[in-house]
């Protein structure tokens, strides 16, 4: 598949993705368009009030681009607005700036075939890697998140509002726990859609870091979507998380900035 393929699917990927738990929290608000997408999850945490998917023209459309920051200024809700490689990178981001907002990622877009690659890596010793599938791991998978990252309850609050859509046998949403003993150390989310299993969220418990333990989640959720017939994987990632990548066949194919 060529480079503009993949990125297309990655940022369809990545637009899914953003709207899909908001879309059943009974306090958020969702509104896409073919040239934009708002998610507002009702929730005070950027990571999951997101505004992208622009093609925005940054002359003609700067009244849209400023309407869509102020709806959640006017709520005083933390946003991100997410440049991907084929909806504004470069163009829009002066706009942005005069706005007030400033970059606080500029990341590298990579991605592997699934169809012929033998996965590399081997599962951790001691690590039992489970893919969520009731509400108790749900509630697991949120506390090692909510650990790993500053503390901030609101994720906890967005995974148990959004639970069923997760758990649901045909979500795309797919989460992964792993476990030393009966202890969930490490978490990972993927999200399945348009062809490619994208990586989003890894985190593991303080006590285990550096031991492999994401890398082993990931072998077993890119082992699971070429089971499941997917052709390719993705991720975004910074320049100096870059090479760890390459080890597992990963390749660059372009850049995605958040703004805030």
């Known amino acids: 598949m060529d480079r ?3 990125l297309k699917a990655f940022e369809a990927n990545l637009w899914d993705r953003a709207a899909f738990l908001p879309r059943v929290r009974k306090d958020a ?28 023209h940054p002359r003609f459309g700067s009244d849209r ?11 005083k809700l933390p946003f991100t607005w997410i440049i991907g490689p084929l909806s504004g990178h470069g163009a829009l ?4 700036k005069g706005f007030g907002l400033s970059c606080a990622e500029d990341e590298w877009v990579m991605a592997m075939s699934l169809d012929t690659v033998n996965i590399p890596g081997t599962i951790p010793q001691g690590l039992d890697v489970k893919r969520v599938t009731n509400a108790t791991q749900v509630e697991q998978f949120a506390e090692v998140l909510t650990a790993a990252a500053p503390a901030d309850e609101t994720i906890k609050t967005f ?7 997760i758990i649901a046998p045909a979500s795309p949403l797919r989460l992964y726990i ?14 399945s859609a348009h062809g490619i299993l994208n990586f989003y969220q890894m985190a593991s ?26 052709r ?12 760890a990548y390459e080890r597992f066949g990963f390749k660059p194919a372009g850049r995605i900035a958040s703004y805030r």
């Not at 681009?65 to 709520?75: L, P, R, W």
């Not at 390719?232 to 090479?243: F, G, H, I, M």
């Open 4 to 6: 503009a393929a993949i």
């Open 232 to 243: 390719l994987a993705s991720l975004q990632t910074p320049e100096a998380s870059r090479a």
């Open 178 to 191: 792993g476990y030393v003993g009966s202890e969930p150390v490490a978490i990972m989310e993927a999200f």
């Open 93 to 96: 981001e002066p706009t942005l």
């Open 205 to 230: 418990a303080a006590s285990v870091r550096g031991k492999g333990y994401t890398a082993g989640l990931m072998l077993t959720a890119l082992k699971d979507a070429k089971k499941a017939g997917l």
């Open 159 to 165: 995974y148990t509002d959004t639970k069923e859509a």
């Open 29 to 56: 608000v969702v509104e896409e368009t073919s040239d934009l997408l708002l998610v507002d999850s009702g929730l005070a945490n950027a990571a999951f009030n997101t505004i992208g998917k622009s093609s925005l």
């Open 65 to 75: 681009v400023e309407a869509a920051i102020k709806h959640f200024k006017t709520k």
